[in-house]
């Protein structure tokens, strides 16, 4: 449907007629794909392909833009059903069979619209009910504008890249106008984020709920993470402030984030002023969250940063339970590490896997548990790994030590001094630190394999928050009101749901590309018009299978390949 000549050109190929002809493009030309089935025979399908270039490779690449038929078992029967199809094709456009040499005039205007994403991201906004939740924020309200679909745009903006609001209210002209985007104005946006600020409990509460039914999920553990974000407008400062920057810029103000998960699904964040501590934070995120969801148990997820004895002793002064990765740094780690190096009653938690527990009591009266875990594989890969560095600098012994200062992996094994010299007393040291790795936590698990599998379920979650951090670090922010900064902030939380709403459904179809290509792959569907003697189609890019198979997950009807004329 999108380039009809070479539609026609396979079909003569495949002995419907020989009357059909073509004009050849430059750039779009047909081909047979061939698959094998299980037992051996192949199936043919008759598809049509455009060749472009694109600015990150030197090589041109193909781009599937339409699946035509299958070709391989037509038959006599499907053969006369195709040629009806080419034979409607043509009534579209005014021609007949007989006719067809009058066909040569096809061209492509230029004019892309954004589509493929955006459909996919409709069909999540359904799935989470955000539809009638931003439309429930007019209630009682005079509000002028569709704010539904404002928000939706900002949302949409925000996972496109863009970074302002006038940056989304100029990439809305290039968006398909299917989706009712191309009439807001850009001061709705900018009203739309203050009501989002003004009505975000009311929308976080309806949220929560929908995206704990929509995976069957009950509310029994919050785990909680904070970050900081830097601010780059120039406010009252009442609400930014200068405080600890993840981001290392402390000469800006910023703000702190709390950002809450129940069984790694985001339901929930909180925005403090920027000097406002993680403790302070996740105290605050506490006791809202576990008043208004009735949440059974807190568990504390910390970054690198958070996870010091100073740190665990506030969370156990308030009786949070924590489940962290301790630091090999601290001395009770080094003290239980050799100790169950020198022990052999390791529990077997799966094959290839070890682990033992200890009991570290506090002067307080309180108590956690270090676990350490042996992982075979890993082990003799760290030892295979220090074998190959210690050969290298015995190579290098006696050498001027600035031949190392490129490589802080080989100079924790060599001692001070001039000249390369191997410290065998830490080469020693680090032997016992191969394959292992520490949990602490103050919850006594019963069985230990239980423990070890929460926190695995731990790492999922930190990319959750590594993917949210991405998100949120979109700057610059420089809105000067309170409200916007926090809207703005809150339609990326949004982003952040939705984006994980689409991979754990690219997860469940099988898709093992990275989910960074399926998020570009998705944006680079789009629909274009094209020329046909003088008449103008509005064709969408052609779907693969998984595509299809995320629209039908979704629940978004897949349109027809020609979706207007003109």
Sequence with gaps: MVCIEFFFEKIAKIGLTKEIWLLYSSIMYTRIYRTKNKDGSVREYLQIVETRRVPEKSYPVQRLLLNVARIDHLGEKGKEQLFNLARGILKVLGKEIGDIEEITDVKKTGDKFWWGFLAILSGVWKLLKLDSIIKGLSDGKKIQFPIEKVIFAIVAGRLYGKVSERGIYHWLEKVYKGFGLDKIEMQWLYRGLDILAERWDEVEGRLKGRVLDLFHQEANILFIDTTSLVYWGKGDGRFTKRGYSKQRRGDKNQVVIGVALVNGLPIGIEIEPGNTSDVEVMRKMIGRFKERF??????????????????????????????????????????????????????????????????????????????????????????????SIIKRLREKEGKDMKELLSNKGYKKYVATGSEIKINEEKMKESEIWDGIWVIRTNEEFEDIKVAIERYKDLWMVEKVFKDLKNILSISPIGHWKESRIKGHIYACFLSLVAAFIIRKEVKDIGVSLPFEDVIEALKDLRVEWILVNKKKFLVRDELNDWQKGLFKRVKVQIPPSVLETS
């Design 294 to 387: 009735n949440f059974k148990k807190v568990c504390i997820v910390a970054d690198a940063g958070m996870v010091k004895i100073k740190d665990t002793e506030s969370y156990r002064e308030r009786d949070w339970k924590y489940l962290v990765r301790a630091k090999a740094s601290e001395k009770v780690v080094k003290e239980k590490v050799k100790e169950a190096r020198e022990t052999a009653d390791w529990e077997k938690v799966d094959d290839g896997l070890w682990a033992k527990r200890f009991e570290v009591k506090f002067s307080d009266g309180k108590k956690e548990w270090l676990i350490v875990v042996k992982d075979e594989a890993e082990e003799r890969y760290d030892r295979e790994s220090r074998a």
